[in-house]
């Protein structure tokens, strides 16, 4: 599968600027900026899934779920994330591009009341029309169009059907939603290949079929088109500022660096943008402050759920529909189901801004569809509130469950059932913060608000004409203290006037301390978390107009421009092949008063506890070309400690293994060549150059030979300067854990892995036989 993001081992050390996270934010200020000309690099903490590799079965939907809560962290990086806090919780994506990949890509505008509200900075409710702008940029690259009913084969849907019927009897507007999807098969507007939507109804559990206008089909791919470096399976764990520059330390999922307690690595940079969302950059600079950074004391503040409520009319009279496919999709046997969200009632513009709400439909992806029925069934017995009454009709319900039970969730009771998302306006009251240094989520008694009874009557008023029974939100009950799930937090680095109100300025500047109006110099939050209240709507369409107008301004700050043509290219996206990745850890000593030999390097390294040690992971070429290439070619990212060069670990870049080549001075011998930059927290350069010496002269020798690195430290890239010298050896625990490192990696299934480490395994174990043993024999 062909690929947006790179091998962390393209890693350079100094970017214009650094994004954390992939989401409307991130990926908007990838595009622009990189169209700008900066050098920027984009870490995200997710994995990278192109469409046909999101789940389908409830398998595999199983094993992309992570699972947090405020005392307990997951422990696996899935792409649908779930956070249980205390009052709310929250579901949102982790994957490259962010929440767009499981959203249903609604864009809808907020009533204008909403921008009349003092909590907006006066920079924005002055000037509407820079954030008008905003969303006429977004809207051009995200390409928003309503479900095109009763055209292009597109006919009416059996859920928007039944929310006419609701809204007619209701006496409040119906109309179709414009959505982020493609109803068309072409190269789109940068160069990536889209079908039209298939209503497969699957939208929430990632698209499979290329036709969801996700990020990875618009701004990422034109952020790679212009230069930007995406980097995925990185977690950031905070930024400090060093000078004029600022650093951005994290992690890798998958290189196993935890076995051998590793330092986290680091990159530097003029500028970051924090755009992990409204739990990621809250907790970004939570941690930020943990490690120094002076931020307003309103960090945290000001979670909002966005009104978000979900509710069922289960059992209809009539077909709904709205169970989705999966790879039934094509079968004429099921009737289509649409994208997960079509229509709308429109219950805004009330009297009074907070009494509004926006009322949708929506669908229930396929990997879950399979539990819907006894779900149902459990639900509606214990919290159903049956619209209609009577034996008759009890005896009817009946039926339909069984038939559900017996046919399937694609008949039935279940297929009859009506699933509502509603938004309003809470009181935006809710807290993050770090609990012993977890993440937490507090806002006891949300439920509670008066709203929400509100929304209930109209769920129970929308379910009535549908002849459904009313099933509310599992969580919001007496017994579970009226708790709430949202899939569209906001606040928590709210923008405001000063720093006494908020966390960021109007273009997400980030004040620089607790009072006043100073901010940090090239430090930026542009995501859901700056939005300083409940929108009453679906929210990422304003998320993407405040990051458009943000970049303009900043962009011009700095003096550059930034383009908004589609020049007619194709989306540059790589295929890597399967590959071998192990980490390794090397202990020992050197000196810098020794320039010649090793030996003495380490011995006078000992002496005067000059320590090096690395922990590097090392990714191989694609399997075929390592294997046939000579030079066995490897690529290294990790870190090295080394006190006599830097107080503070160093990261590496650049980084070049080569296995088994020939000893240029003596052909006869192989060697390990490792060959590094390394690069300091305050901007300086180190060159490592290392060997071990695989003579095969005994197979005695063999343990020595494979485990002892020879090292030279240079001060220029051309190896002129010799900084010190000294040795690094493996010790047999770490060679036992680093064997447990090694895996394939860029398969998606066990058959390719075991194909990958095949050649891999016998390449190496034939090396050491013909080095070591065949003379024997």
């Known amino acids: 599968m062909r690929k ?27 595009s622009r900026f990189a169209r700008a000309g900066l050098k920027v690099c984009l870490l995200e903490k997710g994995k990278e899934f192109q469409p046909g590799e999101y789940p389908v079965t409830l398998g595999e939907f199983t094993e992309e779920m992570q699972l947090n809560t405020n005392d307990r962290k997951a422990e696996k990086n899935g792409l649908y994330e779930f956070h249980v806090g205390d009052g709310l919780s929250v579901f949102k994506g982790c994957g490259l591009g962010g929440t767009s ?13 909403v921008f009349e509200d003092t909590r907006w ?29 009763n055209t292009d084969g597109y006919p009416e849907l059996a859920k928007a059907k039944a929310m006419q019927t609701s809204a007619a009897s209701m006496n409040q507007p119906f109309r179709y939603t414009d959505i982020n999807v493609s109803f068309e098969t072409g190269i789109n507007h940068v160069g990536v290949h889209q079908t039209k939507c298939c209503n497969c109804g699957d939208c929430v559990s990632g698209c499979n079929h290329f036709a969801k206008n996700t990020l990875i089909m618009n701004y990422l791919p034109d952020a790679v088109n212009h230069g930007a470096e995406i980097f995925c399976n990185v977690n950031v764990d905070h930024v400090e500022k060093e000078d004029e520059a600022w650093i951005t330390y994290f992690d890798v999922f998958g290189s196993d660096r935890d076995k051998f307690s590793a330092p986290l690595m680091f990159v530097r940079s003029a500028n970051v943008i924090m755009a992990g969302g409204t739990l990621g950059s809250t907790e970004l600079l939570l941690r930020s402050r943990q490690n120094g950074l002076a931020v307003s004391s309103k960090l945290g503040d000001h979670l909002t759920g966005n009104g978000d409520v979900l509710g069922f009319s289960y059992d209809c009279d009539n077909p709904i529909n709205g169970m989705g ?60 509130h049956d619209t209609k009454g009577g034996f008759a009709n009890w005896l009817k319900d009946c039926g339909e469950e069984a038939k559900s039970l017996i046919d399937g969730p694609y008949s039935g009771a279940t297929n009859r059932t009506q699933t509502y998302l509603v938004m309003t306006y809470d009181d935006d009251d809710g807290v993050m913060s770090l609990n012993n240094g977890d993440f937490a989520i507090n806002w006891k008694g949300v439920g509670k608000e008066v709203i929400f009874k509100k929304v209930e009557k109209a769920m129970v008023d929308a379910t009535i004409p549908l002849g459904g029974s ?63 209240m ?34 007619k290219v194709y989306a540059d996206l790589t295929e890597p092949e399967p590959a071998v990745q192990f980490t390794e850890t090397m202990k020992g000593f050197f000196s810098t008063a020794e320039k010649d030999d090793f030996e003495k390097g380490y011995e006078l390294g000992e002496q005067d506890k000059s320590a090096i040690l690395f922990t590097l992971t090392i990714e191989t070429e694609g399997m075929e070309t390592f294997v046939a290439d000579p030079q066995h070619t490897g690529y290294m990212s990790g870190t090295v400690i080394a ?14 293994f080569n296995l088994f080549v020939k000893d240029a001075d003596d052909p006869e011998h192989l060697k390990m060549k490792y060959n590094m930059q390394l690069n300091t927290y305050d901007g300086k350069q180190y060159y490592f150059s290392g060997y071990k010496k695989v003579d095969g002269e005994s197979p005695f020798y063999l343990w020595s030979d494979t485990t002892v690195l020879y090292t030279t430290i240079y001060t220029d890239k051309d190896k002129n300067n010799v900084v010190g010298k000294g040795i690094l050896k493996i010790a047999a625990q770490d060679f036992a854990t680093q064997m447990t490192t090694m895996k394939a990696i860029n398969t998606s299934s066990l058959s390719e892995s075991l194909k990958a480490l095949e050649p891999f395994s016998k390449f190496f174990s034939d090396e050491i036989i013909d080095t070591y043993f065949k003379k024997y024999f």
């Not at 300025?505 to 006043?516: T, Y």
């Open 121 to 149: 900075p006066a920079a924005i409710r002055k000037d509407i029309s820079s954030l008008q702008d905003g969303y006429s940029k977004a809207w051009d690259m995200l390409k928003p169009a309503p479900y095109p009913v």
């Open 325 to 384: 496919l999966g790879n039934h999709y094509n079968d004429p046997k099921y009737a289509p189901v649409g994208p997960c969200i079509t229509s709308i009632i429109d219950m805004r513009h009330q009297p009074v801004l907070t009494d509004g709400m926006t009322f949708e439909e929506g669908s229930i992806p396929a990997p879950i569809v399979s539990v819907m029925n006894t779900a149902l069934i459990s639900l509606n017995c214990d919290i159903g």
């Open 534 to 567: 409940p929108l009453g709507t679906n929210p990422l369409f304003t998320i993407s107009a405040v990051t458009e107008r943000a970049c303009g301004i900043i962009l011009k700050n700095m003096g550059l421009e930034t383009s908004y043509d589609f020049p």
């Open 470 to 532: 009313f099933i509310r939100d599992i969580v919001w009950s007496k017994l579970l203290d009226y708790q709430l799930v949202t899939v569209h937090p906001l606040g928590g680095c709210n923008m405001a006037e000063d720093a006494s109100q908020g966390v960021t300025n109007d273009i997400g500047n980030v004040f620089a301390g607790e009072q006043g109006t100073e901010t940090y110099k090239g430090l930026y939050v542009l995501d859901g978390s700056v939005v300083p």
């Open 643 to 656: 006190p006599a060069l830097s107080d503070k670990p160093l990261t590496v870049s650049d980084g070049i």
């Open 101 to 113: 990949q499981v959203n249903a890509g609604v864009a809808i505008k907020p009533e204008d009341r």
């Open 4 to 30: 947006l993001s790179k091998s962390i081992t393209d890693l350079k050390p100094f970017y214009d600027v650094v994004i954390i996270g992939s989401g409307y934010g991130g990926s908007i200020s990838a």
